[in-house]
């Protein structure tokens, strides 16, 4: 009998379901595998924004992680917000403890709200501990810029230069997400050390609904990668996945603010 694949995702709670742990799980059993959830930080936010960020002791994330991973192997991780610079050595030290691997770090930084998802003192120590760590990275522009002090605008001819300057920070490969781009289309691009850059095109998706596309690209990869399929092929379902989801969510009318909305 085949051995459902199992994926964890380490990030953070949102109540509103966008985004964080809740849209992962989702996405996660709605591409055939189980996923197990453990919050580093609990948010308060709604359609209008995350509010209010609250992140419970690290023991509370070591036993919970400690407390699934003494008891089932798990096949992919998807590290989202991490909020501190404590979190992320922590998360660190567990990929190490439990050999962790197919490791998806979705860099989550700022909501698009404004409201910071990581401490401004933990952005040396995310590239310094889990860059090396993570078996795929997934910035968007707007992250990738910050984390490497550029201004790269999404374009094809950039990419070769980007996986040079990831590849000397000892990333193994990345998917660099495109909605933010300066190009008509919502083009990302797979990069992989040892082949030229893959561009996984998808017209630009007319939707309000864009919080937490994140967070289902990055929980989707690492279900592809639990599932035994190459990063390229993980990465182009993920994409195909977001895409039919973005389609469908104009007709969400969850909030008040979306009921008044005439659109
Ligand atoms: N809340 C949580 C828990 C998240 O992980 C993220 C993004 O990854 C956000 C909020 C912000 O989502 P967005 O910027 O897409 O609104």
Not at 45 to 60: E, H, L, R
Request: proline share 3%; glycine share 6%.
């Amino acid at each position: 009998m085949n051995k459902t694949p199992v994926v964890l995702t380490i990030a953070g709670s949102d109540p509103y379901g966008g985004a964080g742990i809740q849209v992962d799980a989702k996405t996660i059993h709605a591409l055939g595998g189980y996923a197990l959830s453990v919050p580093t930080a609990l948010t308060s936010q709604n359609s209008q924004g995350v509010s209010d960020v609250f992140a419970p002791p690290i023991a509370v994330l070591e036993n919970q992680v400690s407390a699934l991973l003494d008891d089932m192997q798990v096949d992919a991780v998807k590290i989202g917000m991490l909020a501190s610079a404590e979190i992320v050595s922590c998360v660190a030290r567990l990929i190490d403890r439990y050999a962790l691997k197919n490791v998806v770090l979705d860099t989550v930084l700022v909501s698009s709200s404004g409201k910071d998802l990581l401490a401004l003192d933990a952005l040396d120590i995310l590239k310094a501990e889990l860059f090396p760590r993570a078996d795929v990275i997934t910035p968007n522009l707007p992250e990738l810029n910050r984390l490497l002090n550029t201004d790269y605008q999404g374009l094809a001819e950039e990419m070769d230069e980007i996986g040079e300057q990831l590849w000397r920070m000892n990333v193994k490969a990345a998917v660099i997400k495109g909605g933010h781009s300066a190009t008509d289309s919502c083009t990302d691009y797979v990069l992989q050390s040892d082949s030229t850059p893959e561009a996984l095109f998808a017209a630009r998706v007319q939707t309000s609904h864009t919080h937490g596309t994140g967070c289902v690209l990055s929980s989707a990869i690492a279900t592809g990668l639990a599932k035994g399929h190459a990063l390229s092929d993980s990465a182009h379902i993920a994409k195909a996945f977001l895409t039919e989801k973005l389609k469908a969510s104009d007709s969400l009318k969850l909030s008040y603010h979306q009921l008044s909305d005439n659109r």
